[in-house]
């Protein structure tokens, strides 16, 4: 069964007219011959999430180091203490490389409905929002935020996910499917102590 969101949602706020004796109030005004675009707190806004990111990194490196030294010496003569020459030599060499390649492919796209909670001095709406599916005994969680400025608003209140600032989209699945792809408490401890 879904959950209870944890998406903050604006508190109430009723919009205080001014006492002018006049009906027209610049708190609560909509423009008739104009589409009713979001402005306010409590507002709604469609969210097309189409986010597409790609990254590919590839790192190489190599080291080598080679040391040769030798030593001769003569034999010495002490009597029965004689010595023989002595000539040895020794190499050594060290040789490093490596290598690491990394990439990521992500694609995410779907629509979710975010209501402005807060407006900000220069206009500009910050929304905020959760969509929940479940079916069976899984649950699929999609969260949303940003700062949306009204220029890129389309008709019909829509705004591509790209065209938000400070977007954070969140989206993960709970349930039978999740813990089967999760792994196991112990193993991750060993995971982490383990040295090699």
């Known amino acids: 069964m879904p959950q209870q969101t944890t998406v903050q949602q604006p508190a109430p706020q009723v919009a205080m007219a001014q006492p002018t004796g006049s009906l027209y109030s610049p708190q609560t005004f909509r423009p008739l011959f104009e589409d009713q675009r979001a402005r306010f707190v409590g507002d709604t806004l469609t969210i097309q999430v189409v986010e597409q990111l790609a990254s590919e990194q590839t790192n190489s490196a190599s080291a080598s180091r080679n040391?040769?030294?030798?030593?001769?010496?003569?034999?010495?003569?002490?009597?029965?203490?004689?010595?023989?020459?002595?000539?040895?030599?020794?190499?050594?060499?060290?040789?490093?490389?490596?290598q690491g390649q990394s990439k990521a492919a992500n694609t995410l796209t779907g629509t979710i409905t975010v209501t402005v909670s807060e407006v900000l001095p220069n206009g500009n709406l910050r929304v905020v929002g959760e969509k929940q599916i479940g079916t069976n005994r899984d649950v699929e969680k999609l969260k949303f935020t940003g700062?949306?400025?009204?220029?890129?608003?389309?008709?019909?209140?829509?705004?591509?996910?790209?065209?938000?600032?400070?977007?954070?989209?969140?989206?993960?699945?709970?349930?039978?499917?999740?813990?089967?792809?999760?792994?196991?408490?112990?193993?991750?401890?060993?995971?982490?102590?383990?040295?090699?």
């Open 67 to 98: 040391n040769s030294t030798s030593l001769t010496l003569p034999g010495l003569g002490f009597g029965i203490f004689d010595t023989n020459p002595v000539d040895k030599s020794a190499t050594g060499s060290a040789d490093f490389k490596g």
């Open 147 to 196: 700062v949306v400025n009204p220029v890129t608003i389309l008709p019909g209140n829509v705004v591509p996910s790209n065209r938000v600032a400070d977007a954070r989209i969140e989206y993960k699945g709970e349930g039978t499917i999740d813990a089967a792809t999760t792994m196991g408490w112990l193993s991750r401890f060993f995971l982490t102590v383990l040295p090699f």
